[in-house]
């Protein structure tokens, strides 16, 4: 017997808290993990781990607005297509990106979430940029691209 998906809701914003927002899913979450050079000079650090989900199933409740929310169009990404990434203008915080020709589908950085711990990382891509001292991600199932996976 199936049961009817139970819908979770999440929340996050940037450091400063100008930015908050909420998450509203039925769907199971899992964590992308990248490796890849774009994902390292975005977030600043090594890898990005992030979760992608229906733009339907994200929305602000505080800023989002164009005083406090910035956006870079970068254009020439790995894969070819688009990307707008979306930051705190005030405390500089990755906060999600999105294409510039779909707005149907949202990468959230899950460094925003409040309570990151309950998601676990489901993929791991572009391992062969993966910084040499760090170890490959252990989750139960994960699947992973030695380049860009899904
Ligand atoms: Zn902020
Ligand atoms: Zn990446």
Redo the contacts with the bound molecule.
């Keep these: 017997m199936s049961s009817p998906p139970s819908t979770k809701t999440y929340t996050g914003g940037c450091l400063c808290k100008a930015n908050r927002y909420e998450i509203t899913t039925s769907s199971p979450l899992g964590i992308r993990v990248?490796?890849?050079?774009?994902?390292?000079k975005?977030t600043g650090s090594a890898f990005?781990a992030n979760i992608v989900l229906p733009q339907s199933e994200f929305r602000f409740t505080q800023g989002g607005t164009e005083d406090v929310l910035g956006s870079y169009t970068c254009s020439e990404t790995?894969s070819g297509n688009e990307v707008i990434r979306r930051f705190c203008t005030k405390c500089g915080s990755p906060m999600y990106a999105g294409g510039a020709m779909s707005t149907e589908m949202v990468v959230i950085m899950t460094g925003t979430l409040d309570e990151p711990t309950e998601l676990q990382p489901a993929t791991e891509?572009?391992i062969k940029d993966r910084r040499s001292w760090l170890d490959e991600v252990k989750t139960e199932g994960i699947v992973r691209f030695n380049a860009m996976g899904v």
Aim: some cysteine; hydrophobic content about 40%.
């Design positions: 990248c490796h890849c050079l774009d994902c390292q975005a990005m790995l891509q572009f």
